[in-house]
Nanobody, 124 residues
């Protein structure tokens, strides 16, 4: 079992940066694939980024590649999402998720643990 708590959302202007954090409970954080997803109003939740157990492998949605960076600190049981060059299309509730497996997958159905979400709003 792992419990996830996101933080760091807020209201920013287009072009600004924002960093999200997700802290997990439990002693086995390092054995989970971690992912960030987002859900915009009226849209389905979509994959944003994922990171392997030790952070050696990452994967990004094409819409955020080159602007967002996912990282993790297993000593702090925390995964981060650094978001740069934000635009209004990035406005969404951002969720972190955990997957007890070896591969980074983009389907939300593959992730068994979810945080409550944090709102990110980007104004134009």
């Amino acid at each position: 079992q792992v419990q996830l708590v996101e933080s760091g959302g807020g209201l920013v202007q287009a072009g600004d940066s924002l960093s999200l954090s997700c802290t997990a409970s439990g002693r086995t954080f390092s054995s989970y694939i971690m992912g960030w997803f987002r859900q915009a109003p009226g849209k389905e939740r979509q994959f944003v980024a994922g990171i392997s157990w030790r952070g050696a492998s990452t994967y990004y949605a094409s819409s955020v590649k080159g602007r967002f960076t996912i990282s993790r600190d297993n000593a702090k049981n925390t995964v981060y999402l650094q978001m740069n060059s934000l635009n209004p299309e990035d406005t969404a509730v951002y969720y972190c998720a955990a997957r007890s497996a070896r591969l980074i997958l983009i389907s939300e159905d593959e992730y068994g643990y979810w945080g409550q979400g944090t709102q990110v709003t980007v104004s134009s």
